[in-house]
C-alpha cells in the first residue's frame, strides 16, 4: 500500500519499472529498479519483492532463470 511520507508527495502520481530475476525454483535471485517511482517506495518495494515467489519460465520442458519487469504505478488516494 503506497502511503506518501508527505503531503506534496501524495498528491502525485508516479511511476517505475522493477526488473527482477527468477531462478530455476521460481525465487527472485536479484532485483533491480529500472526506473524509480518514488525513492521512499522503491526501498520497501526492492525488500518485499525478494519474497514474492513465481512460477519458473521453462525451456524444453526444463526450468530456466528469466527476468521480469514490473510495472508500478502510484496513484493519490
Given at each position: 500500500?503506497?502511503?506518501?511520507?508527505?503531503?506534496?508527495?501524495?498528491?502525485?502520481?508516479?511511476?517505475?519499472?522493477?526488473?527482477?530475476?527468477?531462478?530455476?525454483?521460481?525465487?527472485?535471485?536479484?532485483?533491480?529498479?529500472?526506473?524509480?517511482?518514488?525513492?521512499?517506495?522503491?526501498?520497501?518495494l526492492i525488500?518485499?519483492?525478494?519474497?514474492?515467489?513465481?512460477?519458473?519460465?521453462?525451456r524444453n520442458?526444463?526450468?530456466?532463470?528469466?527476468?521480469?519487469?514490473?510495472?508500478?504505478?502510484?496513484?493519490?488516494?
Amino acid at each position: 500500500t503506497w502511503k506518501a511520507p508527505d503531503p506534496f508527495s501524495g498528491t502525485r502520481e508516479y511511476t517505475g519499472t522493477l526488473q527482477v530475476r527468477i531462478g530455476t525454483d521460481g525465487r527472485v535471485k536479484s532485483v533491480r529498479v529500472q526506473d524509480a517511482s518514488h525513492p521512499a517506495y522503491d526501498a520497501r518495494l526492492i525488500q518485499a519483492s525478494r519474497s514474492w515467489v513465481y512460477t519458473p519460465a521453462t525451456r524444453n520442458g526444463e526450468p530456466v532463470e528469466s527476468d521480469r519487469l514490473i510495472a508500478i504505478k502510484l496513484r493519490p488516494q
